[in-house]
């Protein structure tokens, strides 16, 4: 069941992820440990579920190749920063996720923080084709129930006119 | 059946543009027997090149003008110095706008031709009558209702015009923020009515119903329902074998000869090559930004300011897509996220009333037409935070218990407000740049804050659970799909560019019909209006040709 197959774990796991078209898998971690807590993992699936990774990985690998190295560069900044917050953590996955969270508060507005946050919000709600919304799980969160064709009653209200008039 | 000439041999007309009013000068014109060439810049995608997909489409702009390709320059004032910032979109497609528009089809009020008359000068502004009448547009009005297919009721806004015609087609079934939008305004003593709109509730002239799929709104339609200028017309002008649509053809200059009648237009072809099609007469559909571009780029000794800018008209008056959105949440599903955006409406804000102490007012329609990531990415109440566990309960709470009010207001003509030519800036092709001039005038921004209260007593009395006014709501704007005003509509040659049957003034055979005309641009939603504008040219330029005019 792919519910299972939590991508932090599998990035954690391998030390070169051949899957990824342009990110490498240490990148791709760092990457992901910050898009898990724009659209965390709780009650119901996130980014990690959605396998919003892919869907960066994708868009950097091809439309959005001029963001890699804001990409770079973030994540550079993002690091040092982690480093002067955090003295002796490793990596931001290996943060605790009130310690991410504070990471993040204070580098949110920065155009890294933001672009990762525009990218996690894509790959959470965007076409499966894209490489995430994995089995539609962001539009599921939503309630949207994905279909070319609906019927009327649409919703609550305009059901309750139709039974109201009936 | 579609038919091919040859660029040295003069056809009767060239349509420059596909869009909503290109389609409908193709099909009227080739269906009158001329022959007719239509050079659309973007390319020619069918029912099955339409997709449901958010990135491609609206958030990375896979069917509108490229910023990076056709970049545009913009400066509020003429004294400030240009700099590149989108300020015009437009659908570069066969079919034009009329393909990704929302489809609301209101036709203009017959105050809205003489609002100078009744409400006299504004200061800073140029409002004008229009050269024609309510009642001169009327018969076409009901031909593009009827010809395109539009869903309605007619007799339902008590503040239209006499109509000739009911609609053709029932109206649209009404959405959960129609029900709501419509108890509350009753509830106020408002009137609301049933959306008309381009989008087909029954099978029609061949064409498939609307099945609810939700992608109406910057979407081409998969179903050809939605009674873009592609579904609707253009298949009858390329069946009459005398109409032959080139996409990909990015014009660049219409070419007058010594007796000063315009003889055909230059364009690239998809392979960048220049090519002169020939014309007895040419018809300019390009939209309000592109059609005065082309027009100052269209030099020659006898217009050395630009083709038919002998006043220098030509560019000015821009009017802009003005507009407010409120959005609430309510404690029930709404699930807008179905069927087409706009399905209730009301004008009773619609006509200007001088006790508010100004110019203007709008039309009201009841949408949610955020598509989810867009709703993620920026629709949330501004005061929430923006990421994290907390953001993503209230985005899974709200996104389909959402409905909103959108204000399509005002926006005065100003004669700075503007399309030029940039000095520098270049596009893709080395052709110069477009150069937006715009600044709302006050009045449209009073216009805003007004409707504001009234989009928020509704949603009040609606029930909604929490309120808020979109980011820019009371700004007036920077940015706009409607483009209006530029080639201005008027009996005197000294204040306009054509005249009351959308000829130019200057030049004969030269015709421009799209937004550029519009003397006053309504309540926003002027394609019923350019499209009406576009059927009674055509029945002028048959006659005009029939005298041997053309």
Not at chain 1, 84 to 110: C, N, R, V, W, Y
Not at chain 2, 89 to 99: I, K, L, N
Not at chain 2, 336 to 341: D, R
Request: contains cysteine; hydrophobic residues 40%.
């Amino acid at each position: 069941m792919l519910a299972a197959a939590c991508w932090a774990e599998v990035l954690r796991a391998q030390s070169q992820s051949p899957q990824f078209a342009w990110l490498d898998a240490p990148t791709a971690a760092e990457i992901n440990a910050i898009a898990c807590r724009i659209i965390p993992d709780d009650e119901t699936p996130g980014a990690d579920r959605a396998g919003v990774i892919w869907f960066i990985d994708r868009a950097l690998a091809g439309y959005d190749q001029d963001k890699r190295e804001l990409y770079q560069r973030g994540l550079r900044d993002l690091q040092a920063k982690r480093a002067a917050m955090f003295p002796g953590s490793a990596s931001i996955a290996a943060l605790s996720k009130d310690q991410q969270d504070q990471l993040l508060h204070a580098t949110e507005k920065t155009d890294f923080f933001q672009m990762v946050r525009y990218h996690s919000i894509l790959g959470f709600l965007c076409q499966p084709m894209y490489g995430g919304n994995r089995d539609q799980v962001g539009w599921k969160f939503l309630g949207l129930e994905y279909s070319m064709r609906y019927e009327p009653p649409f919703g609550y209200y305009d059901a309750q006119a139709r039974a109201g008039t009936k | 059946m579609s038919a091919t000439f040859r660029p040295s041999d003069p056809v009767d007309f060239v349509v420059v543009g596909a869009g909503a009013a290109g389609g409908v000068m193709a099909k009227e014109l080739s269906t009158a027997g001329f022959r007719v060439v239509v050079l659309e810049q973007g390319p020619w995608r069918h029912e099955k090149d339409f997709t449901h997909d958010e990135v491609g489409v609206t958030l990375r702009g896979g069917m509108v003008n490229d910023q990076k390709k056709q970049p545009n320059t913009f400066r509020s004032t003429p004294n400030e110095k240009a700099v590149i910032r989108p300020a015009v979109g437009y659908c570069r497609t066969v079919g034009g706008g009329s393909v990704h528009f929302t489809a609301n089809f209101w036709r203009f009020h017959p105050e809205d031709f003489h609002e100078r008359s009744t409400l006299g000068p504004v200061p800073g502004a140029d409002l004008a009558d229009w050269p024609i009448t309510y009642d001169d547009l009327e018969p076409y009005y009901t031909k593009a209702e009827w010809d395109l297919g539009v869903s309605g009721l007619a007799g339902s806004n008590p503040f239209d015009g006499p109509r000739s015609k009911p609609y053709p087609l029932p109206p649209m079934p009404v959405k959960s923020s129609g029900v709501l939008f419509e108890t509350a305004a009753k509830k106020l003593g408002l009137h609301p009515f049933p959306a008309p709109v381009a989008v087909l509730s029954q099978p029609y002239k061949g064409r498939a119903a609307c099945t609810h799929c939700g992608f109406c709104e910057a979407f081409g339609c998969e179903m050809g329902a939605k009674s873009s200028s592609l579904a609707a017309v253009i298949p009858a002008a390329v069946k009459t074998g005398k109409c032959e649509i080139r996409p990909d053809s990015y014009v660049r200059k219409i070419e007058v000869g010594k007796d000063g009648r315009v003889t055909g237009a230059i364009y690239f072809d998809s392979s960048g090559k220049e090519i002169f099609q020939r014309a007895k007469a040419v018809v300019v559909c390009a939209n309000g930004a592109e059609t005065p571009r082309l027009l100052l780029m269209s030099k020659s000794n006898l217009f050395p300011h630009g083709l038919a800018n002998s006043h220098g008209n030509v560019g000015t008056r821009l009017m802009f897509d003005n507009g407010g959105y409120a959005l609430a949440y309510f404690d029930h599903p709404l699930n807008e996220y179905k069927s087409i955006v706009v399905t209730r409406v009301l004008h009773d804000f619609y006509r200007s009333d001088p006790q508010r102490g100004f110019y203007g007012g709008a039309g009201l329609d009841a949408r949610f037409d955020f598509l989810p990531a867009a709703f993620a990415l920026d629709g949330m109440d501004p005061d929430s935070p923006q990421w994290g566990s907390e953001w993503k309960r209230t985005l899974g709470q709200y996104y389909t218990h959402m409905m909103g009010i959108m204000a399509h207001t005002s926006c005065l003509a100003v004669e700075q407000n503007s399309i030029s030519l940039d000095d520098e800036v270049k596009d893709a092709w080395g052709l110069p740049a477009m150069r937006v001039t715009f600044k709302n005038h006050s009045d449209d921004i009073k216009a805003l804050h007004f409707m504001a209260d009234r989009q928020h007593e509704i949603l009040a009395a609606a029930g909604a659970k929490k309120i808020w006014l979109t980011p820019g709501s009371l700004d007036g704007v920077t940015y706009s799909v409607h483009l209006m005003g530029t080639c201005r509509m008027g009996n005197d040659p000294a204040t306009s560019v054509v005249d009351r049957n959308n000829r130019a003034h200057d030049v004969p055979n030269l015709y421009l019909v799209d937004g550029s005309s519009l003397v006053t641009c309504g309540r926003q939603q002027p394609t019923e209006t350019i499209q009406a504008l576009a059927y009674r040219t055509a029945d002028h330029i048959q006659r005009a040709a029939r005298r041997g005019e053309l």
